[in-house]
């Protein structure tokens, strides 16, 4: 069906101020529509902020929000995008030391692993720690693990610490 409509939401999971109200209009620039969000201070990291913005729009939507704020740096964001009559959900992630991972998503949000990639990592099936690699870039593992504790501040949660020792 050409022209579906889907939805998503922006997760700014982390912002200096001053690129705030770059971002309000680079959304409202893809969206067509002016985008003010309600900026909180992000409390997994002093002087940043956070915010969060559901939209609707055709298919694609998330892919040209992603793309409008890809090479930022010094932000983190996820955009999501609903699965919709013909085109399954996506996420995109970004933090500014791996740049940006996109993924296809099931219905519940979770990242489908294309067939190709599975059978290219069961190749190094007889090298666990390779195939582990790649399954876990498959997934965005690393993304996922930079993500998280701004998700969790962003949603009240207390904020715990991990430092890697060694």
């Keep these: 069906m050409a022209g579906a409509i889907t939805r998503g939401v922006l997760f700014v999971h982390s912002a200096p101020r001053a690129l705030c109200p ?6 409202g620039n893809v969206l067509g529509t002016r985008v ?3 900026w909180t201070p992000q409390p ?12 609707q ?7 040209r929000l992603a793309s409008a704020l890809r090479g930022w740096t010094h932000l983190r964001y996820e955009v ?30 979770n990242v489908v692993v294309p067939e190709d990639r599975v059978r290219d990592a069961l190749e190094h099936a007889h090298e666990p720690r390779a195939m582990q690699e790649m399954l876990h870039l498959a997934l965005g593992k690393a993304w996922d693990d930079e993500l998280e504790p701004f998700r969790w501040a962003g949603a009240g949660a207390p904020v715990r610490w991990l430092h890697r020792v060694g």
């Design 22 to 27: 770059h971002m309000e209009w680079a959304a």
């Design 36 to 38: 003010t969000l309600d």
């Design 44 to 55: 997994a990291a002093r002087g940043l902020y956070r915010a969060e913005y559901s939209w």
């Design 57 to 63: 729009g055709p298919q694609g939507t998330g892919a």
């Design 80 to 109: 999501t995008e609903e699965a919709s009559p013909g085109s399954d959900g996506s996420r995109w992630s970004h933090t500014p030391d791996l740049g940006i991972f996109h993924a296809a998503t099931d219905v519940h949000g």
